[in-house]
């Protein structure tokens, strides 16, 4: 057959098709309706053969999550840029999934009800799951209060590439720099199931890196980066 | 003050607090609860002052997404292995989001239904966007059949970063291919709703690359995404 036959490339070319884990090969399918269909049945998974080792070679790195919970106002966000410019001073890529800004796109459909709360990080993992398969140091910053919610997304990540960051500052101390006027609203009423008042904050239990204060001082931005990249280094994600 | 005072990092870092578009300034906040709360209240927009700009410097080139719509069997995967891998030679950094592969992650709680269909759509266009600012050429490949669908994730990325390549092959063509035995499914009448089959695939209007055959020859792998990488090079996004 000549190569440029239009019928071969599904042979010859470097695709494989991998049945997913739920696939049941010999089960015999009834007549359905796509519009009923569950994922199960005719999604194929696509692989290549360019994947992940070669983009980590390409950029000198391994791709990980480093996920930042904390309560509003303990310092994710600040932590989450400090910490993405000392790697970009350093040649390496990384990027932010900051809770606030999905929910204006991607989780944008979602509120702050109980479910709606999991799958907004649900989601976020999930994300952060391609972005640590692309290659990048992806560092998520949510409040992600609920332990059992956080465990899921370090479930999603294999081979220890979930590095979970506790910000565990007094809440004193968050409501009293109360960056967006939050906690006053939540001491005011005027805002109910607001995390750390009226809503729990459950601590990691098993978290790979707590920044708090020293002896009543709090770290500088500089500082908790710091400790986030010096884990990174020890643990050999900066160089592949 | 002390550097050192935990309570004016906010003042000091590199941290913008900035109003999304909808947030309404001096508007009077009545008692609500987290559960019910949309949006727009008290979300802010986290912004980091290492931006798109720094991370595509360092990548030497511009995040955009290459968008591959077509029929199931039109070669939207090959195209897009294919692409990742010339790009990879060339030293650039992509990623290949496939809409069946994420259907076993992301969107694994979405099935075919029409609105199950374009939400489907609609997070792989935010996710992508998200690559795209990341600084990687993201590769969506997704059947993708109606235009609207389409135009929506067009219109999420700005300046001209979304690359419409449309699989302009025949019925004919991909349904002797039928790589996932799904054509014959259809055809027997074991799904229903099926692209190309019982539920329309519209083609673009004004997609920026279209791949064909030539004389009734299918172009080779390589040569569609050589195609692609021409286009890219020619408007400047393997460089920066």
């Known amino acids: 057959m000549s190569s440029h036959s239009p019928l071969i490339y599904h042979h010859t070319n470097t695709i494989r098709f ?15 309706s796509m519009a009923t269909l569950s994922n199960a049945t005719n999604i194929f998974w696509q692989d290549c053969q360019l994947g992940k080792p070669e983009r980590q070679k390409l950029l000198n790195q391994k791709g990980c999550v480093v996920w930042i919970t904390g309560l509003s106002g303990s310092g994710k966000s600040t932590l989450a840029c400090s910490l993405s410019s000392e790697l970009h001073s350093r040649g390496k890529l990384s990027y932010i999934l900051d809770g606030d800004n999905l929910r204006h796109g991607l989780n944008k459909d979602l509120g702050f009800k109980a479910e709606d709360r999991t799958e907004n990080i649900r989601r976020t993992g999930e994300v952060a799951k391609l972005f640590a ?3 990048l140091i992806c560092v998520a910053s949510l409040i992600s209060p609920y332990r059992r919610d956080r465990d899921t997304c370090r479930a999603m990540l294999p081979d220890s590439n979930f590095i979970e960051v506790y910000m565990n500052m007094p809440l004193s101390l968050c409501e009293a720099r109360d960056p967006k006027g939050l906690y006053k609203l939540a001491r005011a009423g005027k805002i109910k199931g607001f995390t750390g008042i009226d ?11 707590e920044i708090k204060e020293d002896s009543g001082v709090c770290p500088t931005p500089y500082v908790m980066a710091g400790k986030v990249v010096s884990y990174l280094e020890e643990k050999g994600y900066l160089e592949c």
């Open 133 to 135: 398969d692309a290659g």
């Open 18 to 32: 991998i049945h997913p884990p739920n696939f049941l090969p010999g089960k015999t399918i009834e007549t359905v």
């Open 199 to 209: 809503d729990p904050y459950e601590p990691p239990l098993n978290c790979e890196i």
